[in-house]
């Protein structure tokens, strides 16, 4: 009849296994089951996707053989590097040290934790500059770090700079974190020292005066480990510039077929966009010469402009290639030179092969951003590379405005002044918000940032002001 004849309320044990049951089974909540299905089936993708960027982020470190925990080692070394060779040096220092007799351990700046290091009775950096002086990137956040130290670490501390003599900023990062460090009252185990481009000899000299400092022999033979490269085969070449003495080629070649796993960890060659750095090992010789590249993985094929230049060794061997020649290669990613993801304009300058990551950038340009292309060639008939390239995209809209400058001819005419001629122009696109991005030799780059700041000064804005905000960046050589 429907008429309620008896109650009798559950035990706590019977709700909670009808409740476990409900969610196992989705029995009377079927939402919440499809949720928790879907959830339950993500945990296993979670799970190996977490794996891979794990070991995506340790690529470019080597393995480090009886690497001590931080809180039981005698020396703590950190390291700050961008491209993974200062992870070479550290590896050398500390098998050196350990041989020693010494307990060490090896960590990134990045992850400077003076309370673990109970039982350490020293601290060394080895500490690479990124750019214009900025932290590379296993070194982010150090300054933060220290700067919020309420007290300093007791132990002593060596820094040690790696960098290149023939750039402004040689070493600047580790002369910033030296400096800090004096500020804050840290004792100094050693002054700081340099090693230029990653000289062997010069690492050996300071291995030596370190060894003197700690009070045992120390030789430190450092034998640079190169990254397994891949072979790339050439499909195609234009060649320009041989009528004004400076021969140059802009290569291109096919991409190499790409296993699953380099797929999954982005290893070798699966992964990279036009601003990134191919290393190419010429015959000869075990150290590499790293070109930007003028495409991305999306266009699938491998290009770099390459110029000739006297009794270069791979410069020579690039433009003698012939399609169907190889070469052996690796990928270092330059995440700090992309146009990134943003709606703001675009102002690319660059002069020479400089124009080689900016007509990548361009050709990438599907979503139509504002980009304002400012090229300095020597004239049109020699050496105007991407020329027909350039006029396409113009007219698919990738590329908004194309403006040259030619330097032989009667009225020599270079970027910068290109630059001041649009100077109304320019200073709008930066009020505005525009990014600037600038590839070539290091005295076109100095002269572009002087007629930036004659351009800005109006504004009250300058290169400087630019590249603290992330809207000035250089790729200079």
């Not at 196992?24 to 190996?48: C, K, N, R, S």
């Not at 350490?120 to 956040?141: K, M, N, V």
């Not at 840290?186 to 000299?205: G, N, V, Y």
Request: proline share 6%.
């Amino acid at each position: 009849t429907g008429a309620l004849l008896a109650w009798t309320d559950l035990t706590g044990w019977e709700r909670v296994s009808e409740t476990i049951y409900m969610l196992h089974t989705g029995q009377g909540a079927a939402t919440l089951g499809l949720v928790l299905g879907l959830m339950a089936l993500g945990v296993p993708a979670m799970g190996v996707t977490g794996v891979v960027v794990w070991l995506a982020g340790r690529r470019g470190r080597p393995r480090v053989r009886g690497n001590q925990p931080a809180g039981r080692a005698e020396t703590i070394l950190l390291v700050g590097s961008e491209g993974g060779s200062t992870w070479g040096f550290a590896a050398t220092l500390h098998a050196a040290l350990a041989q020693a007799g010494q307990s060490v351990h090896v960590g990134p700046m990045s992850g400077f934790a003076p309370d673990r290091y109970a039982r350490a009775e020293r601290i060394i950096l080895l500490a690479a500059t990124y750019g214009d002086g900025a932290a590379p990137a296993s070194a982010r956040g150090f300054l933060d770090r220290l700067s919020a130290l309420d007290g300093m670490p007791d132990i002593p501390l060596a820094v040690l700079g790696f960098g290149d003599r023939s750039f402004p900023a040689y070493c600047a990062f580790a002369k910033a974190v030296a400096a800090a460090a004096q500020a804050k009252g840290w004792p100094e185990l050693m002054p700081l020292d340099t090693i230029d481009r990653q000289s062997p000899q010069d690492f050996a000299r300071w291995g030596r005066m370190l060894g003197e400092a700690l009070g045992i022999p120390l030789e430190l033979s450092h034998q640079p480990v190169l990254p397994t490269t891949e072979t790339l085969t050439l499909v195609s070449r234009r060649d320009y510039g041989a009528d004004v003495q400076a021969p140059t080629a802009i290569l291109r070649f096919a991409l190499p077929r790409v296993s699953l796993w380099q797929r999954l960890t982005g290893a070798g060659l699966a992964r990279f966009e036009a601003g990134d750095l191919i290393g190419i090992l010429p015959e000869g010789s075990a150290v590499p010469r790293l070109y930007s590249l003028a495409s991305g993985r999306r266009d699938g094929f491998i290009e770099i402009v390459v110029k000739k230049h006297p009794g270069g060794l791979c410069s020579g061997q690039l433009t003698a290639l012939q399609p169907g020649d190889t070469v052996s290669a690796f990928l270092r990613p330059n995440p700090g030179f992309r146009p990134g993801r943003s709606r703001a304009p675009l102002i690319l300058i660059g002069a020479g092969t400089g124009i080689g990551p900016l007509a990548g950038f361009v050709r990438d340009n599907a979503r139509r951003r504002s980009i304002h292309l400012f090229f300095g060639m020597r004239h049109p008939d020699s050496d105007f590379f991407f020329g027909e390239d350039l006029a396409t995209w113009q007219d698919e809209g990738r590329l908004t405005r194309l403006v040259t400058a030619v330097s032989r001819g009667a009225r020599p005419h270079y970027v910068q002044d290109a630059l001041r001629g649009e100077a109304i122009l320019v200073a709008d696109l930066i009020r505005n918000g525009a990014r600037v991005m600038v590839c070539g030799g290091r005295d076109m780059a100095a002269d572009v940032a002087e007629a930036l700041a004659e351009i800005l000064a109006p504004t009250g804005l300058s290169p400087a002001v630019l590249k603290a905000e992330g809207r000035y960046v250089e790729d200079v050589y």
